[in-house]
């Protein structure tokens, strides 16, 4: 599924990663099926289809909850996607709430990367709010964090520091960048 992805064929990635999300869950391997609730969600977003994204967010937490144990750690990934997606609509308390419940669950975080996502989604709020000193702080801390992943990524670090330089003005260093 991440390999149709990478290549653009979101909706084969989606496809087939739906269809294995059904075996995971077929022969009991919840937590891997947790985790996948979040790449679908991701799948979403990245289609620009961010209702259904939200959707898919949210019916992961309502049964992450409704299981016999606590939350699995995976679920500190849907309340990421859903925060990114509530920043996308511009609803920045709510992606900074749903932030913060991502935060509490860090010490029990089962996927590393979930630190660098949660300081660039945090940057891309704080550069919303009109700080962007502090974004590009938080996209220092996130940096410190880079790992490789499978899960293509739709906005490097880097990328969104140059973007953060362009609105500064810095012209000269996003282009350093670009080059």
């Known amino acids: 599924a991440l390999a149709p992805w990478g290549r ?30 979040f790449v679908l969600g991701d799948l979403r977003v990245a289609q620009g289809r961010l ?9 992961g937490l309502r049964e992450a909850r409704t299981g016999t144990h606590a939350a699995p750690p995976e679920t500190d990934e849907l309340y990421l996607g859903l925060a990114e997606v509530h920043r996308e609509w511009n ?5 900074t709430a749903l932030l913060d419940e991502c935060a509490r669950m860090a010490d029990r975080s089962a996927h590393a ?4 996502r949660w300081c660039a989604a945090m940057a891309s709020i704080r550069a919303s709010a009109g700080d962007p000193g502090a974004a590009l702080s ?7 964090h880079e790992r490789r992943d499978p899960v293509p990524r739709a906005r490097p ?7 953060l330089h362009l609105a500064q003005g810095r012209v000269r260093d996003a282009a350093t960048w670009a080059e």
């Open 157 to 163: 670090i880097a990328a969104m520091r140059a973007r």
């Open 8 to 37: 653009g064929d979101l909706d084969a990635g989606h496809r087939t990663f739906s269809r294995a999300l059904s075996l995971m869950r077929r022969t009991g391997h919840e937590r891997d099926a947790m985790r996948g609730i």
């Open 138 to 144: 938080l996209l220092a801390e996130g940096e410190r």
């Open 113 to 116: 990367g979930t630190r660098l």
């Open 51 to 59: 209702r259904e994204a939200a959707h898919t967010y949210e019916d």
């Open 91 to 95: 609803d920045l308390a709510g992606a």
